[in-house]
Every structure is written in structure tokens, then in C-alpha cells.
């Protein structure tokens, strides 16, 4: 039954189950061998125990665990990514109130997902579950913070235009660190600037 449900420039996700994926770090050819396999356990490591510590303080995350080297398993989710799901759903509110809820309690667990886009969540039975940490850190900066808000909002403005204020008007109003909604002020003037 194995077969590829995902394969990126970094990763490959293998379904191997029905309730099991296999998520591996691709070799990049281009690269020194040794500077490679350093990089690949080193990013597999770091999502590994985001993920871990992300379902330690209950956010909605696909377990995981037997990590390997360039490799661990991890829950596979029978749902719908929310990017594919907002154009029928009659609930926006109530979705982006439980995203913005699940962001907040991710940054004040100081896990910083680094890819906030409706593309890396999954609805599973009217909850939202965040998946690929793979551009994540662990990290207690108000910068960091604001630069996944920016992300996400972005996001939202080039995906679901028609709607976007209202999506992310609901994160913020569920995010409750005052002093990462001002940084997010600054990180947004200076992408003005540069654009």
C-alpha cells in the first residue's frame, strides 16, 4: 500500500499505512556529502522535537516518533487542507478564531512554525491541525513571532483575497502578546519599504 503523497525539494512523505506516514529528507546531490547529512539530521532533529513539544503543550500537531537520521513517522491525517477547505467554508470566524488561538499558544510555547499558510494546516473533524515544521525553531524573539504572523497574513492576501481581513482579523484578535503585535507593525513597514 506504500505509496508518495508529498514530494518536495527538501522532503519526501510516504504513506506506509493507513494511519501512518514516513517523512524523509532528501539528498542533495549538489551538496558536499559530509556539509549534507549534517544539514538533513540536523533539520530532521529540530522538526522532529518541535512537533514533539508542540503535542506536549496540546497543539494540534501529527504525532510523531522512531526517529531516524534523515527520517521519522509521524500520524497520517484523514482531513482537508484548509486552503482547499475556506472557499466552501461557512465559518470563517469560528475556523480563524481556533487558528489564531493555536498560533498564539504555539508562540507561547516559543515554537516559531516559519511556514504559517493555509496550505500547511489540516481540518480533521472541525479542528485544525498544523503540519511542516520543517522551516521551524524554537525561539523566544518578538521578531521571530511577527515574522509568522507576516507570514501567515501574507498568505491569506495572495491565496483567499476576497476574504483575507476577515481570516486574519480573527488571528489577531485570538493572539493575545500585545508586544508581538507591535513588532509585527515594524516587520510589516520595512517589507513596504523593500517593496
Known amino acids: 500500500m506504500e505509496k508518495i503523497i508529498f514530494a518536495g525539494a527538501e522532503a519526501v512523505i510516504r504513506q506506509v499505512n493507513e494511519n501512518e506516514l514516513i517523512k524523509d529528507r532528501i539528498k542533495k546531490n549538489y551538496r558536499i556529502k559530509e556539509i549534507d547529512e549534517k544539514l538533513r539530521k540536523s533539520r530532521t532533529k529540530i522538526e522532529f522535537n518541535l512537533m514533539k513539544k508542540a503535542l506536549q503543550k496540546g497543539i494540534l500537531v501529527p504525532k510523531v516518533w522512531d526517529l531516524e537520521k534523515f527520517s521519522f513517522k509521524m500520524q497520517y491525517l484523514k482531513g482537508e487542507l484548509v486552503s482547499d477547505y475556506l472557499a466552501n467554508c461557512l465559518d470563517k470566524k469560528k475556523l480563524f478564531e481556533n487558528i489564531g488561538e493555536q498560533i498564539n499558544l504555539m508562540h507561547e510555547s516559543d515554537i516559531v512554525h516559519g511556514d504559517l499558510t493555509t496550505s500547511n494546516m489540516i481540518i480533521v473533524e472541525e479542528k485544525v491541525y498544523f503540519i511542516d515544521f520543517s522551516l521551524g525553531a524554537l525561539s523566544s524573539k518578538l521578531e521571530d513571532k511577527a515574522v509568522d504572523l507576516h507570514l501567515i497574513k501574507q498568505a491569506l492576501i495572495a491565496k483567499h483575497n476576497k476574504f483575507w481581513k476577515e481570516c486574519f482579523g ?26
Open 170 to 195: 480573527e488571528i489577531i484578535n485570538n493572539y493575545k502578546n500585545k508586544y508581538v503585535l507591535e513588532k509585527l507593525k515594524s516587520v510589516e513597514k520595512r517589507g513596504r519599504k523593500k517593496a
